[in-house]
DNA sequence: CATAGGATCGCCT
DNA sequence: GGCGATCCTATGT
């Protein structure tokens, strides 16, 4: 990976939860800028996915992901050049969030990658879960953690309090202090490193998940699984 | 305006 | 492994 530029975020008092560490990174804009999708996807494993609300910090590591590489790629919403209001988010510049909603049900969150006018994205798929869990469990509704509460795209949106409405929003920015605030006006999404190493051999590599319909493209192995 | 189908999940058998 | 939930999006008339 190119060298990147991070920007140094020194955590509040609310750092001691567990699996934390005392300093991370926000994810730059240089690391969504780059054209090649899939090995952003790779990259983004082992990342940590950080949402924050309302003085509530929820977070978890990326386990799983899959590119989408926009007009080329019959998989993408973007395929073919296909711009509609839906996937407008991932026509524009990268390290945006595009949140769209499947089987009527499931929020699905994506970063949008590659230079404005490239329909790039990475679906997160799992998370494991290292950040506010007792909040994310209650938004999952349950009381007690099962093994696995955080796998699946439509569970850690849930879990994580994504949804549609944060369709949009730029992942760049760290946790606003603004508490008085309340819902999405305070609600911030963004992705950061705090050092954990991904060695090439722990990856699982597949085809991506219910595409069957993309043809020859359906076959591409563009699913990374940290195992 | 109508309608088919979807980058899923959870519960059932 | 089957199926219902649940509703937006895209597409066609």
New binding site residues.
Partial sequence: MAQMRVRSLRLPSESQHPGTVSRSAILPLSFYDRSCVTEIAKDLLGKILVTHTGGIRTAGRITET?A?AGHNDL????ANG?R????EV?FGPPGHA?V???????S?F?VVTNGEGHAD???I??IHPLVGVETMLLR?GLTKAPKE?T??????T?ALGIH?SHNGSSLLRGPSNAKHLTGDDSFEIWIESDGYRVNVESILVTP????D??GEDAKKPWRFVLK
């Fill in positions: 899959e989408y998989a993408c919403h973007a296909r509609t209001r839906r996937n991932m595009y769209y909603l499947c089987y009527g049900i499931h699905l994506n994205a990475v679906l798929r799992s999952r509460f796998t699946g795209p439509g569970r850690l849930r549609t991506r998940i219910g595409v319909y993309a």
